[in-house]
């Protein structure tokens, strides 16, 4: 009988924290910008330069810490972790490992079978980014951009408790949505907010002991971490099966042949030679500070769902979507504030602005139109002014623009026709110019008057209120 096997995996978390500037120095820390235009001589390692702790770094990684159950260092040091790398400009990296800010946490998973189970947080510790790397296509070069050095991480580090693709995938969503509530970072994989590696070994089903992991690195997305776990486990298996030895080394994905390749062998903490950190002072957390910081926390999800299903009376899986972004949520439980319907703005969201989003390739954080806007477009619907297909129109223009939908039905002129006699007029021409659909009717065809409706609406470039179309045709025919 083949031997069964089971993956066990842990994972290091990075997250680059959305402050307006760089843990150690005041350069910006924007996404973008030109190679090296966010640089100085503290962040490009310059000598005789000194690092000056930017505070709002230790109250987000506190944040985190607190809103995944952590007990928190209030007094904690930093390290210098020793490393030779182009992109690392002092030849060491500002970190934590004697004494890292949060320890002992955990969160807790829902997988798709409805079934809980509590991840473990090792620790998160602060540290600084390094540069980019930059490799020449064409040529033998490689350049180095410094505007992401020195950029705020924390790094999340797990216990070994995940057994799947699918644990790692809910673990990773619910640090997301925990981290984009508190406001601590956007947590964009494509742009590297949010980075993942992979720490994954196999052994047989039923032995205490681990077998030998490898870490994986360059993982951009969701799928592509899926992919790479499911790779990595059948690489391991196929060395084991073969009676070879899986080697611990750091290996990086390559996600478009779906294959990894090792980089270099896995270091140990010895072999980057740490010692405190001598140009910072120790961190102290007062009971007050961290009572301040505990007093900020939001409303997260989990709390959310509970309200909106008591408060909102919308579906559980509604409340689920909507809550899946903190925008999202902001922007349905503003929109009722000004509208008092929650099941029409729900409905505007889940259906119309999701389309939407798919279609632009766009995030829930990308929405620009306002509550306001969405409150007046539902008032439109309610009120009469406008029907249903014109009110999708307005909305495709809200959408784009965060255009006032007042003003643009106004000035479009698409303000519902409720004129009976003229809308007589045009259904009794609709009903001489379609006798088969008449005698479709007359017959027993129900569905036969909603053709004669949807010609009746052309006929009114879809201005005419479908309600009134309906009673006319039933009543001529």
């Given at each position: 009988?083949?031997?069964?096997?089971?993956?066990?995996?842990?994972?290091?978390?990075?997250?680059?924290?959305?402050?307006?500037?760089?843990?150690?120095?005041?350069?910006?820390?924007?996404?973008?910008?030109?190679?090296?235009?966010?640089?100085?001589?503290?962040?490009?390692?310059?000598?005789?330069?000194?690092?000056?702790?930017?505070?709002?770094?230790?109250?987000?990684?506190?944040?985190?810490?607190?809103?995944?159950?952590?007990?928190?260092?209030?007094?904690?040091?930093?390290?210098?972790?020793?490393?030779?790398?182009?992109?690392?400009?002092?030849?060491?990296?500002?970190?934590?490992?004697?004494?890292p800010i949060c320890r002992d946490g955990g969160v807790e998973i829902e997988l798709e079978n409805g079934e809980?189970?509590?991840?473990?947080?090792?620790?998160?510790?602060?540290?600084?980014?390094?540069?980019?790397?930059?490799?020449?296509?064409w040529g033998e070069n490689s350049l180095v951009d410094f505007n992401r050095s020195g950029v705020p991480l924390?790094?999340?580090?797990?216990?070994?408790?995940?057994?799947?693709?699918?644990?790692?995938?809910?673990?990773?969503?619910?640090?997301?949505?925990?981290?984009?509530?508190?406001?601590?970072?956007?947590?964009?994989?494509?742009?590297?907010?949010?980075?993942?590696?992979?720490?994954?070994?196999?052994?047989?089903?039923?032995?205490?002991?681990?077998?030998?992991?490898?870490?994986?690195?360059?993982?951009?997305?969701?799928?592509?971490?899926?992919?790479?776990?499911?790779?990595?486990?059948?690489?391991?298996?196929?060395?084991?099966?073969?009676?070879?030895?899986?080697?611990?080394?750091?290996?990086?994905?390559?996600?478009?042949?779906?294959?990894?390749?090792?980089?270099?062998?896995?270091?140990?903490?010895?072999?980057?030679?740490?010692?405190?950190?001598?140009?910072?002072?120790?961190?102290?957390?007062?009971?007050?500070?961290?009572?301040?910081?505990?007093?900020?926390?939001?409303?997260?999800?989990?709390?959310?769902?509970?309200?909106?299903?008591?408060?909102?009376?919308?579906?559980?899986?509604?409340?689920?979507?909507?809550?899946?972004?903190?925008?999202?949520?902001d922007l349905f439980e503003e929109t009722v504030a000004i509208c008092s319907n929650p099941k029409k703005v729900?409905?505007?969201?889940?259906?119309?602005?999701?389309?939407?989003?798919?279609?632009?390739?766009?995030?829930?954080?990308?929405?620009?139109?306002?509550?306001?806007?969405?409150?007046?477009?539902?008032?439109?619907?309610?009120?009469?002014?406008?029907?249903?297909?014109?009110?999708?129109?307005?909305?495709?223009?809200?959408?784009?623009?965060?255009?006032?939908?007042?003003?643009?039905?106004?000035?479009?002129?698409?303000?519902?026709?409720?004129?009976?006699?003229?809308?007589?007029?045009?259904?009794?021409?609709?009903?001489?110019?379609?006798?088969?659909?008449?005698?479709?009717?007359?017959?027993?065809?129900?569905?036969?008057?909603?053709?004669?409706?949807?010609?009746?609406?052309?006929?009114?470039?879809?201005?005419?209120?479908?309600?009134?179309?309906?009673?006319?045709?039933?009543?001529?025919?």
């Amino acid at each position: 009988m083949a031997k069964q096997y089971e993956t066990v995996i842990g994972l290091e978390v990075h997250v680059e924290l959305a402050t307006k500037t760089k843990i150690f120095c005041g350069c910006s820390t924007a996404f973008g910008g030109e190679p090296n235009t966010h640089t100085c001589p503290v962040c490009t390692g310059m000598p005789g330069s000194l690092p000056v702790l930017n505070k709002q770094v230790v109250e987000y990684a506190v944040a985190v810490g607190l809103a995944t159950n952590c007990k928190i260092t209030q007094y904690c040091k930093f390290d210098r972790k020793n490393y030779f790398y182009p992109d690392n400009p002092q030849n060491y990296q500002i970190s934590q490992l004697y004494l890292p800010i949060c320890r002992d946490g955990g969160v807790e998973i829902e997988l798709e079978n409805g079934e809980k189970k509590t991840i473990g947080i090792h620790e998160i510790h602060m540290e600084e980014d390094a540069g980019k790397l930059i490799h020449d296509e064409w040529g033998e070069n490689s350049l180095v951009d410094f505007n992401r050095s020195g950029v705020p991480l924390i790094e999340i580090v797990s216990e070994p408790d995940m057994r799947s693709a699918e644990e790692v995938i809910a673990y990773l969503d619910k640090l997301r949505i925990i981290i984009q509530y508190l406001g601590a970072s956007d947590c964009k994989l494509q742009e590297g907010s949010m980075r993942a590696d992979v720490n994954l070994s196999v052994r047989e089903a039923g032995a205490s002991e681990f077998g030998t992991r490898t870490e994986m690195k360059n993982l951009n997305s969701f799928k592509a971490i899926a992919r790479a776990i499911e790779a990595e486990k059948n690489r391991q298996i196929d060395l084991i099966e073969s009676g070879e030895a899986v080697i611990q080394e750091t290996r990086r994905w390559d996600d478009n042949k779906e294959y990894s390749y090792a980089m270099r062998s896995k270091e140990d903490a010895q072999d980057y030679r740490y010692f405190p950190e001598p140009d910072l002072v120790p961190v102290e957390i007062s009971d007050q500070w961290l009572e301040e910081i505990r007093a900020k926390q939001p409303e997260f999800r989990t709390q959310k769902l509970e309200r909106y299903e008591r408060e909102y009376h919308i579906p559980e899986y509604d409340a689920k979507i909507i809550t899946e972004s903190k925008k999202m949520a902001d922007l349905f439980e503003e929109t009722v504030a000004i509208c008092s319907n929650p099941k029409k703005v729900s409905n505007w969201l889940m259906v119309e602005t999701m389309r939407l989003l798919k279609e632009h390739d766009m995030e829930p954080e990308e929405i620009r139109f306002t509550p306001d806007n969405l409150a007046k477009l539902i008032n439109l619907v309610d009120g009469g002014t406008i029907n249903s297909s014109v009110a999708k129109q307005v909305f495709e223009q809200m959408f784009e623009y965060n255009t006032d939908p007042e003003a643009y039905v106004e000035e479009k002129g698409l303000k519902m026709d409720s004129d009976e006699d003229g809308l007589k007029k045009i259904v009794e021409e609709v009903i001489a110019s379609n006798p088969q659909s008449v005698e479709d009717y007359r017959s027993g065809k129900e569905k036969a008057i909603g053709f004669l409706v949807g010609q009746t609406m052309k006929a009114t470039k879809g201005k005419a209120n479908p309600g009134m179309i309906n009673k006319l045709l039933k009543e001529l025919l």
